[in-house]
């Protein structure tokens, strides 16, 4: 994890997920994907999208307090290898780092969110990235 650099000088804070935050954001979509910092952490981000459809995957963040939704073009399939999200001033850029650690139908990998705010800053979280039903 580095902390946040450039841009005005306040940190981009992303907090956890709960159930809560969750259910009032109703997703949908058949399958979807979350970002955590270690495995046995609520996620930061969770998106859920279609197999094989030009729909965006949709998905929500925590920024600091305020829950933001995000998306992210080409639904399920365009997210599960890594995505760029984009939400009001901010992208967020999930990429591989490496193999899937564990087994199972959907194992989770290392993977880096890169954040960059429209001022400039920017913010590297390591954690990992796990998609499936």
Known sequence: DEPTRGGDGTPIELAALGDGD????????????????????????IAKGNVASQEPAR???KISDRIASIAAPGGYDAMADGANF????????IALTGAAEGGGESPPR?????????D??????AGL?????
């Open 120 to 125: 400039g800053a920017r913010r590297v979280i």
């Open 129 to 133: 990235w796990q998609c499936g039903p």
């Open 22 to 45: 969750l259910n009032g954001a109703s997703l949908k979509g058949e399958l979807g994907c979350n970002f955590a910092t270690i495995a046995a952490a609520p996620p930061i981000l």
């Open 59 to 61: 998905g929500i963040v």
């Open 86 to 93: 984009f939400t009001e001033g901010l992208q967020l850029r």
């Open 110 to 118: 290392p993977a880096t969110l890169t954040l960059n705010r429209a």
